[in-house]
């Protein structure tokens, strides 16, 4: 019932930015907390930013000071921009919430996007 669908991936040159969004639909309730995850070949996948409901974020060490991740409740929508590209930054990234459905308001369940490519170039 539920799906999120990312965009905005792409190439771009070290340096470069680039801004992801994710939009979930269907028969949703509330969302919690919404995330982005990474994954490069041969690496785990890794939590690179959240944010709850409440806007409290945190951020990987490895990103603090170049990416911003934010929220529209209204779009049940989540974003991350991404500045000062680094090669090192190239991944799948992929969304991820925290939400109730209408099916069971009792407990939240986790939902992940499809996945986007983001590949920098050196």
């Known amino acids: 019932q539920v799906q999120l669908v990312e965009s905005g991936g792409g190439l771009v040159q070290a340096g470069g930015s680039l801004r992801l969004s994710c939009a979930a639909s269907?028969?949703?309730?509330?969302?919690?907390?919404m995330g982005w995850y990474r994954q490069a070949p041969g690496n785990q996948r890794e939590l690179v930013a959240s944010?709850?409901?409440?806007?409290?974020?945190n951020y990987a060490d490895s990103v603090k000071g170049r990416f911003t991740i934010s929220r529209d409740n209204a779009k049940n929508t989540v974003y991350l921009q991404m500045n000062s590209l680094k090669p090192e930054d190239t991944a799948v990234y992929y969304c991820?919430?925290?939400?109730?459905?209408?099916?069971?308001?009792?407990?939240?369940?986790?939902?992940w996007g499809q996945g986007t490519q983001v590949t920098v170039s050196s």
């Open positions: 269907g028969n949703i309730f509330s969302i919690n907390t």
């Open positions: 944010i709850t409901s409440g806007g409290s974020t």
């Open positions: 991820q919430m925290n939400l109730r459905t209408t099916v069971n308001l009792r407990f939240y369940y986790n939902y």
